[in-house]
């Protein structure tokens, strides 16, 4: 079975400090995708990052970065120096054979 | 980037009417849309696969005749709640997806419609 675990509900930071969200997944797929989504108060997802099984370099985006280690099915997203804009709620993905499969989410609450 | 809009983006309506709610891929071809249902501090929920031209596939649970999808065209499916009661209240959100079907295709998301039944 195919699953997506974030096992953090809700984190709340100070504006500035680093801040790592995790996900571990399961899949017995070899080729897959995992993908980070950001949801604002709006609703609107907006999609962060797609990353392929066989890509496990880790990647930097700004303030943001993401660690993907196979051997323990981790995918885990951090943002240095946090943001009060950055408080929303965070989804990691799979992709699965034809749907993606979501993790709960984690809320982020950045305090000013 | 691939566009997707939904509308409308709330809506409020009275227990036992119909709402629909469009979801349009504005500048590429979706030969496949999702909808997903989400309730509030949760997950999405994936309720139904929409191909153009053929009948959906609806997740289990999903009642089918309740929720009625129409993918007519490459560029546009609908989502009927049909004869809405408060627990349908959600939040609703559709995807398109590029290509056919291929592994490493993209599923581009819209902003989502708020349906409140009162």
């Known amino acids: 079975a195919q699953k997506v675990t974030q096992a953090q509900t809700e984190i709340s930071v100070v504006e500035k400090e680093d801040v790592t969200l995790d996900c571990v997944y399961e899949?017995?797929?070899?080729?897959?995708?995992l993908f980070w989504y950001k949801q604002p108060p709006s609703g609107e997802l907006v999609f962060l990052i797609r990353?392929?099984?066989?890509d496990e370099q880790n990647e930097i985006s700004g303030r943001y970065s993401w660690n993907f280690q196979k051997s323990t099915s981790s995918f885990n997203f951090t943002i240095t120096a946090s943001q009060v804009v950055d408080s929303a709620v965070y989804f990691c993905a799979l992709k699965g054979d034809y749907q993606l499969i979501w993790g709960a989410g984690t809320k982020l609450i950045i305090k000013p | 980037g691939a566009v997707v809009s939904q509308h409308p983006s709330r809506v409020i309506c009275k227990s036992g009417t119909s709402v629909k709610i469009e979801c349009r891929s504005l500048d590429f071809q979706a030969t496949t849309m999702f909808w997903y249902r989400q309730f509030p501090k949760q997950s999405l929920m994936l309720m139904a696969t929409?191909?153009?031209?053929?009948?959906?596939?609806?997740e289990q649970g999903v009642e089918k005749d309740k929720f009625l999808i129409n993918h007519a065209s490459l560029t546009l499916s609908t989502l009927t709640v049909t004869s809405a009661h408060p627990e349908d209240s959600s939040f609703y959100i559709c995807s398109a997806r590029v290509s056919e079907g291929g592994f490493d295709d993209e599923q581009y998301f819209g902003p989502g419609t708020r349906l409140t039944v009162t």
């Open positions: 899949t017995r797929d070899t080729t897959y995708y």
């Open positions: 929409s191909n153009e031209g053929s009948k959906a596939t609806y």
């Open positions: 990353r392929n099984s066989f």
